[in-house]
């Protein structure tokens, strides 16, 4: 086990190493692409142009550059923007984690929660129009754009029927910092909270669905049933519990792409200033040290839960420790 | 799945000749026909598919109006009056200009105008085509590539296998829409240009092109998975043993396996790049003015949100429809191709 531990430590920090560099790549690399003609304007002179290279570094040979700048991220951690001179990105992005937070936390709440409750009734009722509908409701939810939903729950909520007893509570757009005002804070979230959840419920409640049916079907399954335990506990004692191994592994995924920033598009249409706000901010008027420190935050996390994912399935599955 | 087409392997092999019954293939298309709602989600897209070709009549013959200049100084016709395109904005001090809203009048702005005074509802046609367009050749470049790929790491394995997957474990620890977004903005202003081959920035090659690669993983890790169990298999032990050529072996005994499940992903494939073009073209990193799609005209619609809202409402609708037929066809080919549901990749 603590080998196997130690092996997942050392390729986790090899994927954070290639994306790191593979991020630096896109950005200072590219063919083509020149930052330092991003930061000195279209209009910008050899002379000027020469002095902005020398003044951000950029003169000097890609792996220096790429040191500096690893460095400056994660040992110094006084990694500045070009944008903004002087402002340090890592604070930045620490102010914007607790809102990115907020808003994962709670749309998996409400995801997780409904899910289950969608995928256990449609096993049950499993060829029924009960189904049928059940599925058909969550595909809808997946087929949306989310940032256009988040425009549709707008219109609705801040101007259509803003005015109605429906959505008369629903603050201006914003977070408000739950240490402020639990309530408000609960109140400017909960209806992005929803926008997001409705991308995720679909795919979770058929993952659930399917994986409740396949084991409906396992030896197990018989046996509790041959023991005469009720249908009720067979289903949510025996069947529910192995089935919710796959849902638990796509959730460490989903929950860590969407903590890292993932969810930019709810951000930018309810206007929270969290990390994925913060990237779309960044890539707006191209401020290469946010970005990267941004998407490094957010390879971070989609690491960490991957890992995270593969060691509960080696505790679950012993079977998968040794490959 | 596999026992099936393994037999139809072992027929064509032989030479019998297949008969309709037979064919694995032939099986999968009756059970597609068969399938009521399957075939009504292929009857809504190729009505949208159609409307979105007409554009160009509509816009010629039915509305007269040109979707892709501005048209501030305009004038409609609405009730058999004449009225402006651009309507002094009530309320307030009575500055500034509202665009028309929606006139139900299939000649006349059916969905309103946008800020630019333009034809709402023909743009949301022509939009739809490059909607339409991105989506699937941007599924298709992925499922090429990720064929390729899966096939070439999965069959040869060793360090072939090691270097390819470490790659598409890299892209996959990316978010995709962080990826997609990040190569987008940098390719924008200037394009790419590797050698001979040049990717001109403003077109549609390059969202085809970002949407198309950053999907790979999703596809190229299943179709590894797929060969590499097709690889232990007897018929391709049989196909070396007879010395038939690697090459043979991947084209005529892997292949035709493995082909299933890229078929089986490719409308979900599709549904994802529509869905994702949207999202770079509402952050107008996308489509680039003046060509328009579903997503460029939601964001066009942004500003008007609360003022005209069918401008947003309307392309978001339609990405709606489309990505909800292709993700129910796309169960309905898998049911039909795979029975027992062994690709349950969602």
Known sequence: MLRFFARR?????????????????????????????????????????????????????????????????????????????????????????????????????????????????????????VDAGLMILGLIGISMPVFWVGEVVNLLSQSRFHDTFLFSWVPPLGYVPLTQSPIGWFKALLLPWITLALLYI????????????????????????????TEKRVLLRHSLRTSLIVFVSLFGLDFGALV???????????????????????????????????????????????????????YLDPRVRTV | MSEGLAAAEVATHVGVPQSAGASPWALARRRLLRNRIAMVMVGVLALILLLCLAAPLYADHVAHTDPFSSNLDGTTVVNGKTVQVMQPTEGGLGLGVTPIGPTWDLHHY??????????????????GRNSLLIGTAAALLTCVIATLVGLIAGFFGGIVDGVFSRLLDVVWAFPVYLLAISLSTVLLSSGLSLGIFKLESGTLL?????IGIVYVPYVARPVRGEVLSLREREFVEAAEGLGASTWRIIRSDVLPNVITVVIVLFPLMIAIDILTESALSFLSIGVQPPDASWGTIIQDGQGLLYTRPTVALAPGIAIAITVLALNVLGDGVRDALDPRAKLRSR
């Open chain 1, 9 to 129: 430590f050392v390729s986790m920090l090899l994927v954070m190493f290639s994306i790191s560099v593979l991020v630096f790549l896109i950005f200072f690399a590219t063919p083509g692409v020149d930052p330092a003609a991003r930061i000195a304007g279209r209009n910008a002179d050899q002379e000027t142009l020469k002095a902005v290279r020398h003044d951000f570094g950029l003169d000097r040979p890609m792996p220096v550059q790429y040191a500096l700048m690893m460095k400056k991220l994660f040992i110094s951690r006084d990694l500045t923007s070009f944008v903004n001179r002087g402002a340090k990105v890592v604070p930045q992005v620490i102010q914007a984690a607790p809102v990115t937070l907020s808003l994962v936390l709670g749309a998996a709440v409400i995801w997780v929660l409904i899910s289950i409750a969608m995928g256990l009734l449609a096993a049950v009722f499993r060829g029924t129009p």
């Open chain 1, 202 to 229: 679909g795919i979770y409640a058929r993952v659930l669905r399917s994986s409740l049916i396949e084991a409906q079907e396992q030896d197990y399954v018989r046996t509790a049933r041959a023991k005469g335990l």
């Open chain 1, 260 to 314: 890292g920033g993932g969810a930019l598009l709810t951000e930018v249409v309810f206007g929270l200033h969290g990390v994925g706000w913060l990237t779309y901010q960044s890539l707006q008027n191209l401020d290469l040290p946010v970005i990267m420190a941004t998407v490094m935050y957010a390879a971070f996390f989609v690491v960490l839960a991957n890992a995270v994912v593969d060691l509960v399935y080696a």
């Open chain 2, 110 to 127: 059916f969905l309103g105008a946008d800020n630019q005074g333009r034809d709402v509802a023909a743009r949301l046609l022509y939009g």
């Open chain 2, 206 to 210: 390059l969202p085809i092109v970002i």
